[in-house]
């Protein structure tokens, strides 16, 4: 029986007694502390909570002496139970009763002994007086005894509208989240449309890259008329007092984007003279942004190039576009169309048809 942590004696016989308490003669499992249990009398270890005056003896008893003390139930503070200690003093025969003060949080001396009062008045011994900001003044009026009514009736209506709240961000949550397949397929709509849009903006960017033989890095934005870059402004700047000063100016040098060119307007100034703002140079603009439309070292097989549209493999991004959309972005291609796309290789260069040993 060692592993259940207890001993059974051998004259044991649980059909006389139940328990073993009942069989050694206990008549509760506490023992003799729990002799008067009938009574409501509990002995327990208590300890003192302040310095005493013993009543019978005059003796003085510190504050953390421990005593067996017969625990009681005296009273209720409201639903708060009040317990009285009853100590037998160990230097001489007399009794005293220390009690629980649930109203201040205390304990307090009820009979058989005297507290010694070790509470020093700072006022009395010639300092200043200690006053509670916290304690209602004498100077102010009582309070009513309607505003705690009307307090009580605030921090209700208060908690009515923060469940009412609490409500709503429930309902709009259960109403975001109830559907799972409903908001996945709204949200897959969206980014449809918006692809679609973005892809058609993309097919029309390359369109007109490949007709004016720009650059693939050109990016083209949506501005305004009225506005104009002013990075554009100070190449202009630059470019016209290069021209006044007689010095050439090389597109090449300069990063100007086609796009953000600004439109220039002529001006005059004081007695009719005219600022010099013409244009950039057309010929080293056309052979900085035109595209090549062969390749004299390329295979004999050439491809022809049209300027109409370009087809969906140049469309960069991952998905396809719809069937309405690609008969009016692509272009149609004829029998004419079809005859005229086999080019002699000759034309296409000075090499490109020719063979070698």
């Not at 067996?68 to 503070?77: D, E, M, P």
């Amino acid at each position: 029986m060692q592993g259940l942590n207890r001993y059974i004696p051998p004259d044991y016989d649980p059909r006389q007694n139940s328990t073993l308490n009942s069989h050694q003669g206990k008549k509760h499992a506490l023992g003799v502390r729990a002799k008067d249990i009938d009574k409501g009398i509990l002995v327990v270890r208590f300890e003192l909570p302040f310095n005493i005056w013993c009543g019978t003896c005059n003796a003085h008893i510190g504050a953390g002496v421990r005593y067996n003390a017969r625990k009681q139930k005296v009273g209720n503070y409201y639903s708060t139970p009040i317990y009285g200690f009853k100590c037998k003093c160990h230097l001489c025969d007399g009794w005293f009763e220390i009690r629980t003060d649930p109203k201040n949080a205390a304990y307090l001396v009820y009979s058989g002994a005297k507290k010694k009062d070790e509470d020093w008045n700072p006022e009395e011994n010639g300092g200043f007086a200690v006053h509670d900001t916290e304690a209602p003044s004498a100077s102010e009026p009582p309070l009513d005894p309607f505003a705690g009514v009307e307090k009580t009736i605030d921090q209700q209506k208060w908690a009515k509208k923060g469940t009412s709240r609490l409500t709503e961000l429930t309902n709009s949550s259960d109403r975001l989240n109830s559907d799972p397949y409903l908001i996945s397929s709204s949200l897959r709509r969206k980014f449809r449309e918006e692809k679609k849009l973005l892809l058609e903006k993309q097919i029309k960017d390359d369109n007109l890259k490949l007709k004016f033989g720009l650059n693939e890095s050109i990016n083209f934005e949506s501005e305004s008329v009225d506005e104009v870059d002013d990075k554009s402004k100070k190449i202009w700047e630059i470019i016209i007092q290069n021209k006044k000063n007689g010095e050439s100016s090389n597109i090449n040098n300069s990063s100007i984007e086609v796009g953000n060119l600004p439109t220039p307007k002529t001006r005059k100034n004081g007695k009719g003279k005219v600022i010099d703002t013409k244009s950039p140079d057309l010929i080293n603009l056309l052979r900085s942004n035109t595209e090549k439309k062969y390749d004299p070292f390329a295979d004999l097989n050439p491809i022809k190039f049209t300027s109409k549209g370009s087809s969906i493999q140049n469309i960069k991004g991952k998905g396809k576009i719809k069937s309405n959309i690609i008969e009016n972005l692509t272009p149609k291609t004829t029998e004419k169309d079809t005859n005229n796309s086999i080019v002699n290789p000759a034309i296409c260069g000075l090499l490109a048809g020719y063979t070698s040993d």
